[in-house]
């Protein structure tokens, strides 16, 4: 192969750097070609094709306002840079182009004439600067994501970056390619060294099909055991978010321990003075050092530090401490908790919690022999994980998969759609105009039609298509964007029997007047009206999350008005999507129709470090949890009875809210006591936690669609206990356990045969999260999605379509009971 790789600089000025003229080295030892395009600078080692640099630019030493001024337009578009790459592209016709550090210097300006000659890009992040204009997400020293969904004037009256003509130049530039679409529409694939980094893009709206992970490689030297009375070592820039101030502060109550700090910054004045003050002993600052000093002082050290207060794409240096042997004490955020596995490789603390980072410190300390098995630990994670060779066959993995795409692209039959690719400013598929109606809206939560429109909407705006979602105004908040779609906010009635109606009904009228492509209606009630645009010549498609008529909390007349909602959902629009295989074979044998089996989405999570649930009175991994409507059909008065039945000091927490089921609620806060715990709805981050540090979660529902909490729930890797209705079946398909519906018994029976027996829930949960990962992530859902836009369009999809089946997959003698 030939491999472009474009980078502004030509010499090691960073880590950025040093990463790639190693895989440069790796790539070329295996008999490829590559060459590297460039600014020029005389402490870069000459190559061929050093005519085509351009000439070395330094915009901070720019003599005078108006002589930077003037740079601007270059710094933002160089169309110098944009000829110099012809040349370069001509002469070294490179198969693929690798692009890395490009801004400013370069510009993507390069990725449109790479895209005017067909190379496939691949773009490596190594920052966040396609998110915030400062690069790194960091705002007086945190992490900072006040910019997300686009906002980059918060960058101005910040002092995320110095200076205010520089923030307003990182701003003028975010801007313009953001209203080109430079990177949507030139780059193929990003290349994310972590999985924090693509999911952070896939939450502020990026498309996540177009995204692969690849950690940096290390190459693990030879261990050799600390000393005892080794120094601990920080390495790395000096700057306010890398929390190095929060280490001093904590070497003043661990006098016996020497701290080194290896490197340099704008903070290093005011450390030094913090250092003075506190009168650190203790403390010593050694400088800027060289990779090799680097290792050597890792290597001397009995283990690092990692005390950033920013997000970090990677954190190389826990990777070059493994190398030697040496675990590392890290704060809890960000990418650190895909590489430091807590109390096995080292320790992850809670961000800028000074006390819990002493007290790892001390641990560490006070204990060789637990610190040289994690430093052991992490030299294994290197080796097993991080090898050169291992890095070389992913990276060319994905390059093949990149000159593939060029391949099939140019024999395609579609050509007729993206004959005008060769225009840079044209887009390289159809652009979709799709409205979403039937939920309340997005931000906050009720039911999986709210998360629905959050997940696959932001993702199909990442995809570059134009998402409208049709809000109710009192549930969502006065926004005309989020994550890239566009809200429009109607008024409704609040009623339990009318509020859907009327919103469904304002709603479609106002659609019709916006000329779009598709009217996506979702749920039983909506349907309905999904006849009205078909009439006027607008395509329309219907998902069924579940039967609703079903649902208890529902009279006779409007079970029947819902039942007629079935039927206008099988009948009425071009294309009906269902959320289960059992919803598919429903409407098969109903209705005769073949629907479109396009499941709902779980995200994987972590392990959330406990916080806000100590403050709560919970202990991690002692409770069991319900997350969803307090109404009568999720069967949350039966787990009640049943968790009151058995004798346990584990709690019961339950989580949610109610509509229109207020009798309901109170009847179940009647039993709210210490060991039973009703709260309200719970989002984000207290969401992550409460999740993710659970024992097992219950689903005693009489009906379901197909379940996002619990598909969340599984995504968590917890062990999961749910009703033996086919949906709950469907979905935890040998990889939980299920009861007996609406039998009180059989699930008091499942609870405390699963409380008993932690070795089945840890590997029940091991198998959740498999499940989770392999067949509900929703990026592959999205893809499936647009392909069924682009189908019922008579457009022609790249994404692969999902099989369908006559018969669920699992059958229902071996999913109906798996515990016992």
């Avoid at 000025?13 to 070329?28: A, H, P």
């Avoid at 450390?271 to 009168?279: A, G, M, S």
């Avoid at 692209?409 to 109606?437: G, M």
């Avoid at 999740?691 to 009906?703: C, G, T, Y």
Wanted: proline letters at 5%; one cysteine or more.
């Amino acid at each position: 192969m030939r491999i472009l790789f474009c980078n502004k600089y030509n010499y090691a000025f960073s880590g950025t750097e040093m990463y790639l003229f190693e895989v440069m080295e790796l790539l070329r030892a295996q008999g490829h070609e590559v060459a590297l395009f460039s600014m020029c600078d005389p402490r870069g080692q000459p190559t061929p094709y050093d005519a085509h640099f351009i000439p070395h630019v330094d915009f901070k030493s720019s003599p005078g306002f108006w002589h930077r001024a003037r740079q601007l337009p270059r710094a933002i578009y160089s169309l110098e840079a944009r000829q110099k790459i012809r040349g370069m592209i001509r002469e070294f016709r490179p198969d693929v182009a690798h692009v890395r550090n490009i801004y400013h210097h370069l510009t993507p300006s390069i990725l449109w004439e790479l895209k005017a000659h067909r190379v496939p890009v691949l773009y490596h992040l190594n920052d966040f600067k396609l998110l915030c204009p400062s690069y790194n997400m960091v705002s007086n020293g945190e992490a900072c994501e006040r910019c997300k969904g686009g906002a980059f004037w918060h960058a101005l009256p910040s002092n995320c970056y110095p200076g205010m003509g520089a923030r307003i130049a990182l701003a003028a530039e975010a801007y313009a390619h953001r209203c080109m679409k430079s990177y949507q529409k030139c780059v193929d694939l990003f290349l994310a060294p972590s999985r924090f980094v693509r999911n952070k893009f896939v939450e502020h709206g990026w498309d996540g099909c177009r995204f692969r992970e690849l950690p940096h490689f290390q190459r693990a030297h030879e261990l050799a055991q600390a000393a005892p009375d080794a120094p601990l070592l920080y390495c790395g820039r000096l700057s306010k978010e890398k929390g190095v101030d929060d280490l001093l502060r904590a070497l003043q109550y661990t006098p016996d321990l020497h701290l080194v700090i290896a490197g340099d910054g704008p903070q290093k004045p005011e450390l030094q003075k913090i250092k003075t003050d506190l009168h650190l002993s203790n403390v010593e600052f050694v400088g800027h050092v060289s990779a090799e000093e680097r290792d050597r002082l890792i290597r001397r050290s009995r283990f690092t530090l990692f005390p950033s207060h920013a997000y970090e794409t990677l954190g190389k240096t826990i990777l070059e401490s493994y190398a030697e042997g040496r675990p590392v004490v890290a704060s809890d955020l960000g990418s650190r908790r895909e590489f430091v596995r807590h109390g096995e490789t080292g320790l992850l603390y809670r961000c800028g919690d000074v006390n819990q980072l002493v007290q790892s410190i001390r641990m560490l300390a006070a204990n060789p022999e637990i610190s040289d098995r994690m430093g052991r630990a992490g030299w294994e994670f290197v080796r097993e994980r991080h090898t050169p060779e291992g890095h070389y066959s992913a990276l060319c993995g994905i390059y093949e998969e990149l000159i593939s795409r060029k391949v099939s692209r140019q024999i395609s039959p579609i050509r007729v759609l993206s004959s005008k690719a060769r225009d840079p400013f044209k887009p390289a598929r159809p652009r979709l105009r799709v409205a979403f109606i039937g939920g309340r809206g997005v931000i906050s939560k009720y039911s999986g039609i709210e998360s629905f429109y959050e997940e696959t909407g932001k993702r199909l705006a990442g995809m570059g298509h134009e998402i409208t979602v049709y809000c109710r105004s009192y549930f969502t908040p006065g926004l005309r964007e989020y994550n890239g779609m566009r809200l429009v906010r109607l008024p409704t009635f609040r009623s339990k029997h009318f509020e859907t109606v009327i919103h469904t009904f304002l709603s479609t009228i106002h659609a019709l007047t916006q000329r779009y492509d598709l009217i996506h209606y979702h749920a039983l009630g909506p349907a309905l009206f999904s006849c009205i645009p078909r009439l006027c010549g607008t395509k329309t498609a219907v998902t069924v999350q579940g039967l609703d008529w079903q649902r208890k909390k529902w009279g006779r007349l409007a079970a029947a008005v819902l039942r007629i909602g079935e039927r206008a959902s099988a009948q009425y629009p071009h294309k009906t999507m269902v959320v289960s295989r059992t919803l598919e074979r429903h409407y098969r044998e109903v209705h005769g129709i073949d629907a479109v089996y396009i499941p709902n989405g779980g995200l994987l999570r972590a392990r959330a470090e406990p916080k806000k649930i100590l403050e709560w009175g919970l202990e991690p991994g002692r409770y069991l949890l319900f997350l969803g409507r307090f109404s009568p059909e999720k069967g949350c008065h039966l787990l009640v009875q049943a968790f009151e039945s058995i004798e346990s000091d584990v709690k019961l927490v339950m989580a949610g809210g109610t509509s229109y089921c207020d009798d309901y609620q109170r009847e179940l806060l009647k039993h709210a006591n210490d060991r039973i715990r009703i709260m309200g709805w719970v989002a984000g981050e207290d969401l992550d936690e409460l999740l993710s540090n659970a024992m097992i979660f219950v689903l005693p529902s009489d009906m379901e669609g197909l379940s996002l909490a619990l598909l969340d729930a599984m995504g968590a890797g917890l062990c999961v206990l749910a009703s033996d209705v086919p949906e709950n079946r469907e979905a935890v398909e040998g990889a939980g356990f299920t009861f007996h519906a609406g039998d009180v018994a059989d699930l008091s029976d499942r609870l405390s045969f699963l409380i008993a027996n932690p070795a089945i829930r840890e590997a029940a949960g091991r198998a959740a999260r498999k499940r989770v990962e392999e067949e509900y992530q929703w990026d592959k859902i999205s893809c499936e999605i647009e392909r069924a836009y682009f189908e019922l369009l008579g457009l022609e999809s790249d994404h692969p379509k999902r099989p369908s089946t006559h018969e669920l997959r699992p059958s229902e003698a071996e999913s109906e009971r798996i515990a016992g």
